[in-house]
């Protein structure tokens, strides 16, 4: 076996006295890629921090090909080969994505003597490779700006791969991304693993799944086990601590209030109260548990600013049945909301892709608008002047399935 690429003993990180890194013990080879996952606070963060050398140990040790780090100052730490992506984009949004690229190539070097220069022929061909390495040769000239999230997320690994790390650090690349997008990154992280070691830390366990090798878990600061994904999930000791966490809705439910959470944004612009109002709804859909109910609400935030592709989720939700929920909660929420033109239209839009009997949608339709007929004269009262307004969160009763 060939010397770990990295290799961490023994090392603990205290804040005031608080250990967000116990004892941890962590090696991995060269060539790895190694997943990172573990619940919330249990020092993943700090754990890259270490490496980078953004959060000096305490105690322990950290080597680097075989280079302690704890003597290495951070800004020379990155020029070791370690290269970390955050989780917001960091990319010049006013400058094309070849430029990007560009620049990253040439990081040492300021921005305006970048775009000055000319490009050398090896540079060119670096940067048509890279364009292709991260499918994103089509758009090669359009300004950043114009790249849908997940674009820049796969513009920024470029950026880093630019720099030729021999080690990744990359923290949650998928958050808030569709699932086409998701696959992507999966896809590139899975390609550039041929020729760099890398360390993802992430939340989404669809996304592990499809990348991971080798998962490592944390808890409280230290290495609670590792092992392939079936490996650590069949793990009680993991489903306590971590899996047993997650909500319990299925991936299934989880489409459908993704669903109901894309209508309801097509408004665009709702008060926080109305935001409010609609994320207890989709909580309370498929869970009676108030601490479940409180993580689907946080998860379902993420979703409500982003662009859902339809055509890809809709088919993804099987059974009729399902379908017929989606069809509920959407209708509801348009319904309840007063949500504007723009839904009614991904609302057709949604009605297309569910394809369900006609006769079944009118119905449906039909049900909900009579539960709101009856609670009317109730938001009539909240808008006239002398009565006090009532608390909107009283929609209509919905069965828990
Ligand atoms: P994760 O990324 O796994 O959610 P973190 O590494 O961010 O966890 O944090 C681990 C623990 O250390 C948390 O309890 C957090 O509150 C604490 N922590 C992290 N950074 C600091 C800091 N600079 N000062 C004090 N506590 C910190
Ligand atoms: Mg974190």
């Not at 490592?216 to 590792?226: A, D, R």
């Not at 490996?231 to 459908?256: F, H, K, N, S």
């Not at 009317?376 to 399935?401: G, H």
């Amino acid at each position: 076996m060939a010397a770990p690429i990295l290799e961490i003993e023994n090392l603990t990180v205290s804040f005031d006295g608080f250990k967000a890194l116990n004892n941890l013990t962590f090696a991995m080879q060269p060539g790895e890629l190694r997943v990172i996952i573990g619940p919330n606070g249990a020092g993943k963060t700090t754990f890259l921090d270490i490496i980078t050398g953004k959060v000096q140990p305490t105690s322990g040790t950290v080597r680097f090909k075989g280079k302690d780090l704890r003597k290495i100052p951070e800004h020379q730490i990155s020029r070791l080969g370690i290269g970390r992506k955050f989780q917001t984009p960091r990319v010049y949004l006013n400058l094309t994505v070849r430029e990007n690229l560009d620049l990253a190539t040439n990081r040492r070097k300021n921005v305006l003597a970048t775009l000055l220069r000319k490009p050398t022929g090896g540079d060119r061909q670096t940067i048509i490779r890279l364009l292709e390495t991260i499918s994103l040769s089509s758009k090669a000239d359009f300004p950043a700006n114009l790249l849908s999230h997940g674009e820049k997320q796969r513009l920024e690994i470029g950026m880093l791969v630019a720099q030729s790390p021999d080690l990744l650090l990359v923290d949650e690349p998928v958050a808030g991304l569709t699932d086409e997008e998701t696959e992507r990154v999966g896809d590139l992280l899975i390609s550039l693993a041929q020729s760099h070691s890398i360390i993802v830390i992430e939340h989404d366990m669809e996304f592990v799944r499809q990348i991971a090798r080798q998962v490592t878990v944390l808890h409280q600061g230290s290495v609670l086990c590792e092992g392939t994904m079936d490996e650590i999930q069949d793990d009680p000791r993991v489903i306590e601590v971590y899996l047993g966490q997650a909500p319990t809705v299925t991936p299934d439910q989880m489409r459908i209030l993704r669903i109901a959470a894309a209508m309801a944004w097509a408004d665009g612009n709702f008060a926080p109260e109305q935001m409010r109002v609609i994320l207890n709804r989709l909580s309370q859909q498929f869970s009676n548990d108030p601490a479940h109910q409180a993580e689907l609400r946080e998860e379902l935030k993420n979703y409500l600013g982003k662009e859902i592709s339809l055509e890809t989720l809709v088919p993804q939700i099987t059974t009729e049945e399902e379908r017929e929920t989606v069809l509920r909660l959407s209708y509801e929420i348009i319904r309840s909301n007063r949500i504007n033109e723009a839904g009614t239209v991904v609302y057709q839009k949604l009605l297309e892709f569910l394809n369900l009997p006609p006769a079944m949608v009118q119905t449906i339709e039909a049900e909900i608008e009579a539960q709101y007929a009856e609670v009317a004269p109730v938001q009539d009262m909240a808008s006239s002047q002398d009565t006090p307004p009532v608390e909107t969160e009283d929609l209509p009763p919905s069965e828990t399935r």
